[in-house]
């Protein structure tokens, strides 16, 4: 089973911040938080991933919390070609090759 | 960055046939994934396929339904035996380098 939970639809409207929530109480120290996403009819696409320490690329920013039992994509300005359905993955620790995909969160950007 | 090329990209078979689907990287791989993704469904995962050795099936999938072939470091074929309509999905092939996966484009399948 996934280790995580996230909400099964958002909707955020273009040119706005879309944040994305993920919870995964269960996780483990050394454990990261990975984070894909999957455009209608095409494969997933790696976002971003971390640890401990908030991230940031070209693509999203990850906000992790202090416990680490929860984290949030931030898209910082979502356009309509962000509509897809973002995927919070933990792998497990000694095979972080292994991914189990929960159900995601499907977002949809409104002009 | 590995560029991962899937064939066919989709077909229409008759219950009761077979089907292999291609899966081709550009780059020497250790371990190949093999995905499938029912209409409206997440991703499962079915097997891992190491070359020089037979693939590790998940829970529920089994090498008589879905074998599969890992001839070299770049190459691995996955075969939908005896297909019914609820084989109908989409299969992907996956590798991973540290830092993330990467994903052909799919393969869409319908059992008729």
């Known amino acids: 089973d996934a280790k995580t939970t996230q909400p099964p639809s958002m909707d955020c409207a273009e040119g706005r911040a879309a944040n994305l929530p993920c919870n995964h109480s269960t996780i483990s120290g050394n454990e990261y938080v990975y984070w894909y996403r999957q455009i209608h009819s095409q494969g997933p696409q790696y976002i971003i991933h971390g640890l401990k320490n908030n991230e940031t690329n070209e693509m999203a920013s990850l906000i992790i919390t202090e416990d680490r039992k929860s984290s949030t994509l931030i898209l910082p300005h979502a356009t309509l070609r962000d509509t897809a359905v973002y995927y919070c993955?933990?792998?497990?620790?000694?095979?972080?090759?292994?991914?189990?995909w929960g159900l995601g969160t499907s977002l949809a950007v409104n002009p | 960055s590995a560029v991962i090329s899937q064939k066919p990209s989709r077909d229409i078979c008759q219950r009761g046939t077979s089907l292999t689907i291609q899966c081709q990287v550009d780059s020497q791989v250790t371990m190949m994934f093999w995905y499938r993704q029912q209409p409206g469904q997440s991703l499962t995962l079915i097997a891992t396929?190491?070359?020089?050795?037979?693939?590790?099936?998940e829970s529920g999938f089994v090498i008589d339904k879905f074998p599969i072939s890992r001839p070299n470091l770049t190459f691995s074929t996955l075969t939908v035996s005896n297909m019914s309509p609820e084989d109908s999905s989409i299969y992907l092939c996956?590798?991973?380098?540290?830092?993330?996966?990467?994903f052909g484009q799919g393969t869409r399948l319908t059992v008729v």
């Open positions: 396929a190491n070359q020089g050795s037979e693939a590790t099936y």
């Open positions: 996956s590798v991973s380098d540290r830092t993330e996966a990467f």
């Open positions: 993955i933990v792998p497990n620790a000694g095979n972080n090759r292994k991914l189990i």
